[in-house]
Every structure is written in C-alpha cells, then in structure tokens.
C-alpha cells in the first residue's frame, strides 16, 4: 500500500503570510505525528494526534501553530503569520497504534514538506 | 527530560571502511532505542531497532546493541558501501503507556567513497 504523503513538497512564502501544510498517513493508521527538522534543532516533536484527538500539544513552539485531523486520517498543520525561524522540514509520521500500550509502535514517515520564510 | 548525543559529522569514508557511529542517551526507566536513516530527498526511515537491555538490533549489515551500563546504542557496519551514504540518526521512544514520540540525535551525515 501506499506510504505516507505530504503536500506541498515545497513551500515558500513571505514573512507574515499563514501556510498549510498536508499530511495523509498510511490507511488504517490511528496515529499521527508532526515533527519539524531543521538546521538548528534537529528532529523536533510538534504534535501527536489519536484518532482526531490530539492528547499532547506541547511541542507547538507558539501560538502561531495549530494542528488538526479529520475523520481519523488526514492532518493539517497550519502556520499563521510565519516567521523566518518558521523554515524548516516538516515531517509527518504515522503508526498503527499510538500510546494507548506500552511499548512502541513503529512510526513511519513521509518524505516532508521543505518550508522556506522569506 | 530525554534526550540523545550522537556523533557530529560528516563523516566521510572509502568504501569497505567500517563505520562506527556513536550515540549514547539519557531517559528514565526502560527506553526503545532506534537508529532511523534518511537517504538523499527521501523521507527518514528505520534501520533497526532494540527494545530492552543487551539486545542487538540488526539490518542491511548494520548493527547496534542496547548497552544499559553505558547508555549508549553505538551504530556499526563492517564495510560500508556508496550506497549507504546518507544522514543517519539515532532516537528513542520512553517506556510505559503514553510513550509515542521519538526523541532524536541531531543526526550524522555519511558519505562514502569510491
């Protein structure tokens, strides 16, 4: 079947204007995951959605950031009035079963969406 | 909180070199432990994985064995080829139920060469 997706696969926009990005996780999966990779920080965890839940918003790194999933597949993570530290891989993950039992279910990722913030 | 030290690169080797990349970690309890690969445009992937002390995690003729002692993951290969040039990361997920995100190294960039 088919991996996990992403759109765009590049996205560049100005200072101040709000991005959408897309994610579309492996069918079947009832976990998602965002995280962002960039230059300076590494890997980042963002959010963690359970079905349309999201139980852990605590990576969000401001207010700017939001995140949503519908009908337990597609996600959204929007950006509103980005900024230049806003650049960045964004990468999407999902797995079979999140963190309702202990032990790991293993993530699987999509290729990401390169922001760039002029 | 959790978090992974791996090697800084670039590590630039011949080919049939072998390859060590080190990564050691700090977590409470019983962590899973992972090394994930991202080849060149591609998304990241898993290599291979352990899940509790003493195990060796194994693929693609890489391997890495879960020290507890030392807390480290140390990533190996014997001979390296052109074709494992890429960014290789180490992670770990936490023990216990609510345990779901992986915590990452900042990730060390292999070339190999001719």
């Known amino acids: 079947g088919a991996g996990v997706s992403q759109s765009p696969s590049n996205k560049v926009t100005e200072k101040g204007k709000d991005v959408e990005l897309r994610c579309d996780p492996i069918s079947g999966h009832t976990a998602l995951y965002w995280y962002r990779q960039s230059l300076g920080q590494g890997l980042e965890f963002l959010i963690y959605?359970?079905?349309?839940?999201?139980?852990?918003k605590s990576g969000l790194p401001s207010d700017r950031f939001s995140a949503e999933r519908t009908g337990g597949s597609v996600s959204t993570l929007t950006i509103q009035r980005t900024q230049q530290e806003d650049s960045a891989v964004y990468l999407c993950?999902?797995?079979?079963?999140?963190?309702?039992?202990?032990?790991?279910?293993?993530?699987?990722f999509g290729p990401g969406t390169r922001l760039t913030v002029l | 909180g959790d978090s992974v030290t791996q090697m800084e690169g670039p590590v630039t080797l011949s080919e049939e070199a072998f390859l060590t990349i080190n990564c050691t970690y700090t977590a409470t309890g019983y962590p899973s432990l992972f090394w994930y690969v991202q080849y060149p445009g591609e998304g990241l992937q898993l290599l291979l994985k352990?899940?509790?002390?003493?195990d060796k995690g194994s693929n693609k003729g890489f391997e890495a064995t879960y020290r507890k002692e030392t807390t480290s993951f140390h990533l190996e290969k014997g001979s390296v080829q052109v074709s494992d040039s890429a960014v290789y990361f180490c992670a770990l997920s936490g023990s216990g139920a609510g345990s779901y995100q992986l915590t990452f190294g900042k990730g060390t960039k292999l070339s190999v060469i001719p």
């Open positions: 352990a899940t509790k002390a003493d």
């Open positions: 993950a999902s797995s079979h079963l999140g963190g309702t039992v202990a032990g790991y279910n293993e993530q699987f």
């Open positions: 959605f359970q079905g349309n839940s999201a139980p852990d």
